[in-house]
């Protein structure tokens, strides 16, 4: 799901725990206060229309790639916040329980992985320079393996992110 709310690891666990599962892995992804060597004062994250759908697709391809050693359903639960965020906010949270570790742990990256890889979500970042700089995440659904390329400038307003025109 996509969330302009806060998300939070509880949530995403009680949401996959099951009699089945003897392993849930959790991970939150937060903002920090540098990158790059540069102060980050904020973030903001702004979705495609078809994040969503992108992000469904990702988890259902990964729990029908899954197989259970047991046979029972692999549980995942994943959050994407949009707008802006704090430093020390979760910006991704997922949960993955399966009936073993290795299972929940290697799922549970690769879900990050996809996420970033496949999910049009972009990064806003906001230094403490007055710099701004925008990193992409994912592909835009139809553009092929066009990427974004992020861009970092002075005083950008909030209508000059990706694809938009200055």
């Not at 089945?20 to 979705?47: C, W």
């Not at 949009?82 to 993955?96: F, H, Q, R, S, Y």
Request: one cysteine or more; proline letters at 7%; glycine letters at 10%.
């Amino acid at each position: 799901m996509l969330s302009a709310e806060p998300i939070s690891v509880d949530a995403a666990i009680a949401a996959v725990e099951s009699e089945t599962a003897g392993a849930v892995v959790s991970f939150s992804g937060v903002v920090r206060n540098h990158d790059g060597g540069a102060s980050v004062e904020r973030l903001s994250y702004t979705a495609h229309p078809l994040a969503k759908k992108v992000l469904g697709e990702v988890v259902a391809s990964l729990v029908d790639s899954v197989s259970d050693p047991d046979g029972h359903p692999v549980r995942i639960w994943v959050a994407h916040r949009v707008g802006p965020l704090a430093i020390g906010e979760p910006a991704l949270v997922c949960a993955v329980a399966s009936s073993h570790r290795a299972e929940a742990f290697e799922l549970c990256s690769a879900l990050v992985e996809r996420i970033k890889a496949e999910v049009p979500i972009w990064k806003e970042q906001f230094f403490s320079d007055g710099s701004v700089e925008w990193v992409g995440a994912g592909k835009v659904p139809g553009e092929g393996d066009r990427g974004v390329t992020p861009e970092r400038t002075q005083d950008q307003g909030p209508d000059q992110g990706p694809g938009k025109s200055q």
